[in-house]
Every structure is written in structure tokens, then in C-alpha cells.
């Protein structure tokens, strides 16, 4: 496995010289670290103060909504004024040069599509996106909830149209993600450690399809033994750098 950035330029332009480049960009909490969004089970940041599994489950939402939505609300607000960083903006120029198709994302945050990608996955929802508990009517907020818990005009309780801890991920949307990923030549995995199924999954799924591996992140992950390319450092730093070299070289 490589760990420098030529090694990295190489591989991309390789596959580029061949014909057109079918990849994908698996991104997670990493990503959005450098817009201020603090993970769900960060160190620091906002949700530090609340336990995870008390918030994080469909019984516990309904056992006490108020106390979950005040989490979700302060969640929603920080979200909807954070911006996207350089690593994001970075992606959509990938996208744009046609270095990239998908973006499959386990964030919630709509930092993608601020930034201005297209085709992103948001396999874990997305928390300005609500839904009513009863009649299913979706909406997206432009600021947070005013009144707490919110309802419906139905009667119903709206939630965030996020997946929650013990729910199913959206089957479709799964489906999507899995083809993506057998049909892949090249996957960056961007910011993430990608641990939980089925994000975990998808690397291995393109590694055995004969697709390249190229990791942007802080530290080495599980999939560091699948990777053809590992660059360490923080990918708001490290993929600017790379979409220079590969646009200008
Ligand atoms: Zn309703």
C-alpha cells in the first residue's frame, strides 16, 4: 500500500487514460468536522451532554419526545447554519471533472448538496428533513422547530427523517448503494472509519470487484489492508491538495 500523494495521482489518472471513471465517494463524520458539526459520539460538541442510546432509539423517542427533540432541534439549528469546507467542495470538483459519479454518505447534514454535489446518498437520512409519525407527509426545515414537541396538521408527531439506532436503513437506498459499489473501479473513502454496516461493507464489495482503494483520513482504518492508497492527515487539508495535483499536473 502507498502513503503518498503521487502514488495516489497515479492510480486516478491510470483509470482516467483507460476510459471513463466509475467511482465512488464514501464519506462520514470526518468530513464535517472542520464546519464545526460534532459527531454523535465525539469528545466534544453539543450532544457530549446527552446519553446516545437515549436519544438515538424510536422507544425512547416515544417514551419522551420532548426531551428528543429539544437534542434534535439543537441538532437541526447547528446543521442548517454550517457550511461546507474545503474537503466538500473538493468532492463536487471531482465530480465536476469527472473523476467521481456517487457520493455515499452516512452524514446527515446536507454539506454535500451545499457544496454543491449531485447524486449523494444519504443512507443514514437527513436531519432538516422531517416526516410526520403518522400520515408519512416529508418536509424540509429552514430553521428549527418553534414549537416542541412539533405536530403535524394531521395530529400526528413529526420526526427527523433520520435513521435512528435500531431502525432499518432505507431499503432502497441500500440497494443503490450496493450496485454503486459492485460496479465501482475506484472508491475513495473520505473522513470516515466506515465501521457500522453497511458503509463497512461497501469497500469490500468494490475491492472485490477489482476496484482501487484510496483513503483520506486523520488515521489508519480497517480498510487501510484493502486500500491501494492511504493518505493521513485531515482530508479538509489533504483532498485540496490532491485535486490540485490531479487538475494541474
Ligand atoms: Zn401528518
Given at each position: 500500500m502507498n502513503s503518498d500523494m503521487e502514488s495516489c495521482i497515479k492510480i486516478v489518472k491510470e483509470l482516467k487514460r483507460k476510459g471513463t471513471i466509475n467511482a465512488y465517494v464514501l464519506t462520514g463524520a470526518g468530513i464535517s468536522r472542520a464546519s464545526n458539526i460534532p459527531t454523535f459520539r465525539g469528545e466534544d460538541g453539543l450532544w457530549e451532554k446527552y446519553n446516545f442510546e437515549e436519544v438515538a432509539t424510536i422507544d425512547a423517542w416515544l417514551k419522551n419526545p420532548t426531551k428528543i427533540w429539544t437534542f434534535y432541534a439543537e441538532g437541526i439549528d447547528l446543521i442548517l447554519n454550517a457550511k461546507p469546507n474545503p474537503a466538500h467542495e473538493s468532492i463536487t470538483k471531482l465530480q465536476d471533472h469527472g473523476f467521481c459519479k456517487y457520493i455515499i454518505t452516512?452524514?446527515?447534514?446536507s454539506l454535500h448538496q451545499k457544496a454543491g454535489?449531485?447524486?449523494?446518498?444519504e443512507i443514514h437520512g437527513n436531519i432538516t428533513r422531517i416526516r410526520c409519525m403518522k400520515c408519512n407527509e416529508k418536509q424540509i426545515y429552514t430553521?428549527?422547530?418553534?414549537?416542541?414537541?412539533p405536530m403535524c396538521k394531521c395530529g400526528g408527531m413529526l420526526r427527523p427523517d433520520v435513521v435512528l439506532f435500531n431502525e432499518q436503513l432505507p431499503h432502497e437506498l441500500i440497494n443503490k448503494a450496493f450496485d454503486i459499489a459492485k460496479k465501482a473501479d475506484l472508491v475513495f473513502i473520505v473522513g470516515?472509519?466506515?465501521?457500522?454496516v453497511p458503509a463497512a461493507t461497501l469497500p469490500y464489495i468494490s475491492k472485490k470487484n477489482g476496484a482501487k482503494i484510496i483513503i483520506f483520513n486523520k488515521e489508519k482504518t480497517e480498510h487501510v489492508q484493502i486500500a491501494d492508497c492511504f493518505i493521513a492527515g485531515k482530508c479538509e487539508e489533504s483532498l485540496p491538495k490532491f485535486l490540485n495535483m490531479l487538475l494541474n499536473q
Open positions: 452516512q452524514n446527515i447534514d454535489s449531485k447524486d449523494v446518498l430553521e428549527p422547530p418553534k414549537e416542541i414537541p470516515t472509519s466506515a465501521e457500522v
